[in-house]
């Protein structure tokens, strides 16, 4: 699986941006996911999409204001970001989990074995 995402760029707190992430190669994915990762701190969950059904899981930090979906004909993933906040700034790195149990533990890294190169946010206030 090869993914790349794309979309991130420098906004105003307050804004709207979408990211993107396309996939190619095998998309046979159980759950795909967003993650960041600011200046001098860990990579972190954002969010996950799990392919059977299509339910959506975020992290608190971002509920009510993030919002993922996914168009299986594009093999694409998005990421609506509404409200941001300068805290919001991190590199953003979709991943794809393919195996069977990566669903289960969907806010965690390990589960995700295939990483897209990341996209910056900067979010100014």
């Known amino acids: 699986v090869q993914l790349q995402a794309s979309g991130g760029g420098w906004v105003q707190a307050g804004e709207s941006l979408r990211l993107s992430c396309a996939a190619s190669g095998r998309t046979s994915y159980v759950v795909m996911g967003w993650f960041r990762q600011a200046p001098g701190q860990e990579r972190e969950f954002v969010g996950a999409?799990?392919?059977?059904?299509?339910?959506?899981f975020y992290a608190d930090f971002v509920k009510g204001r993030f919002t993922i979906s996914r168009d299986n004909a594009k093999n694409t993933l998005y990421l609506l970001m509404n409200s941001l906040k300068p805290e919001d700034t991190a590199v953003y790195y979709c991943?794809?989990?393919?195996?069977?149990?990566?669903?289960?533990?969907?806010?965690?890294?390990?589960?995700?074995?295939?990483w897209g190169p990341g996209t910056q946010l900067t979010v100014s206030s």
């Open positions: 999409i799990k392919r059977r059904g299509g339910s959506t």
């Open positions: 991943a794809a989990g393919l195996r069977s149990d990566s669903g289960a533990y969907f806010d965690r890294s390990p589960s995700y074995g295939y």
